[in-house]
Structure formats: C-alpha cells, structure tokens
C-alpha cells in the first residue's frame, strides 16, 4: 500500500484521483478547503462531492488547508510520507483570473512551487504530477494548418491528428492571466525534474468534463451547459 497526496481532491480531477487509487487499495490523502466557492461562488461549492468521497472510499483522509500556506505543507509533508503527489488545484477560469490576477498566480504558481519544494525536501524519489493546461500554449494552435470541409474545418497536415506536442512555441503569444500563471507551473515543475532530478510529470488537458464537476458560467462549460439543459434555463454565449 502507497501513500498518494491528491490536492484539489473535492474537485473533478482530483476526486477521480482519489477514488481510483482508492480502489486500489492504497491510503489517500486528499487536501481542499473549497477555494472553487471562494471563485464561483454557491454553484462552485464542492462540499457535496467531498462528502460522496467520505461516504464511497475506505482509505481517504480529507485535509482542509491551502497550497499557499508553506507551513501547513510543510506539516503535511513531516507527517505523511508520499509516494505520489497528484497536484489538481488551481484556480481554473480565464475569466476570473483577469479579476483576481494575483490570487490566480499564486494559487497556480506558487501553490505549485510550495508542493514541489515539499516534495523535495521530505520525499524527493516520489512521483510528482501537475494538472496544467493545453492553455500553456495561447494561441500558437490558431497557426496549425486547417483545410475547410463543406461543414467544418479540419486538419490539413495527418501528424496533426496526434495532438500538439512540446515542441508547440509558448513564446510571442496571448495566453489569458490563467494560461500565464499555469504556463509558470508548467516550467517550474519541468525545472524541479531536469535541475533536481525529480520525478516529474505534466499533463496538459483541456475542456474536461464529468459527473463529479462542479461546473459554472466561468468554468466548466459542458458541464453547466448540461445544468442549464436540465434545469430549463439560459445559456449565454460570449463571443
């Protein structure tokens, strides 16, 4: 049995970390204390997800305390040894990080720098992946070769069908606040990895989804769009 680290466990990432490893027998540790309320809002408020958690795991052991708090990490860390660190809190939404500019890098970036010095002071052979973004990348996308079909746009290169890789420029771009702060703890979790040696693994995704989303106007667009299906209401489309 490991001891796996899931920050932003209540969220939609995060609690799906949680319950699979769960399942697979190891011990969790899941730390939240509901900043997606702070940003949204009652509608962002995850409460419910972290007690479905409580009552469907057998190993999980919740922490409510925030990424930026170096001491109370630091605490965490001396009292737990990790074997994997599975980092899922940010603040997510483009939008609000134009409102909140500093809040927004100092959870994304500083949040992470916190969990990766911890990591490395107290259980630096563990494994360390971050949540990033495809945002990383602004628009350098926007300059992939598209070819237009009678319906839709498509690819107009084969290779394009895998994917943008690393290899896609991050520089001379607009990215959004978000995309800028979440861009830094992409590099700095590469840095901790190629400088320290660290286990480190960056995953970029986008336009996720899932039963267990919190999703609101700002964030999490599929999923409130389904809400707002269900519920009869309206859907504004900005743009």
Same mark, same amino acid.
Do not use: C, W
């Given at each position: 049995m490991k001891t796996i680290l899931v920050t932003g466990s209540s969220g939609l990432i995060g609690s799906e970390a949680v319950e699979h490893f769960d399942r697979q027998g190891h011990r969790v540790v899941g730390v939240d204390n509901n900043m997606r309320q702070v940003f949204f809002g009652a509608q962002g408020d995850t409460t419910w997800n972290l007690n479905r958690l409580?009552?469907?795991?057998?190993?999980?052991?919740?922490?409510?305390?925030?990424i930026r708090d170096r001491i109370a990490l630091d605490e965490l860390f001396r009292s737990n040894r990790f074997d994997l660190i599975v980092h899922c809190a940010a603040q997510p939404s483009h939008d609000k990080a134009r409102d909140?500019?500093?809040?927004?890098?100092?959870?994304?970036?500083?949040?992470?720098?916190?969990?990766?010095?911890? %990591?490395?002071q107290h259980c630096r052979d563990a494994v360390f992946i971050l !949540?990033? %973004?495809?945002?990383?990348?602004? @628009?350098?996308?926007?300059e992939i070769p598209l070819k237009e079909l009678a319906t839709r746009y498509d690819y107009a290169r084969q290779e394009d069908y895998a994917g943008v890789n690393e290899s896609c420029r991050i520089d001379q771009t607009?990215?959004?606040?978000? =995309?800028?702060?979440?861009?830094?703890? @992409?590099?700095?979790?590469?840095?901790?990895?190629?400088?320290? =040696? !660290?286990? %480190?693994c960056i995953f970029r995704g986008g336009c996720l989804t899932g039963p267990s989303h919190s999703g609101v106007e700002l964030h999490g667009f599929l999923s409130y769009l389904v809400k707002v299906a269900l519920s009869g209401g309206s859907y504004s489309v900005f743009g």
């Open positions: 409580k009552r469907s795991t057998k190993n999980f052991h919740h922490a409510s305390l925030d909140i500019p500093i809040l927004d890098f100092e959870v994304n970036a500083l949040g992470t720098i916190n969990l990766l010095e911890a %990591t490395r !949540m990033s %973004t495809n945002k990383v990348y602004g @628009d350098s996308p926007n607009l990215h959004s606040l978000f =995309g800028a702060s979440k861009a830094a703890a @992409d590099l700095v979790a590469q840095e901790y990895g190629r400088y320290f =040696g !660290m286990n %480190t």
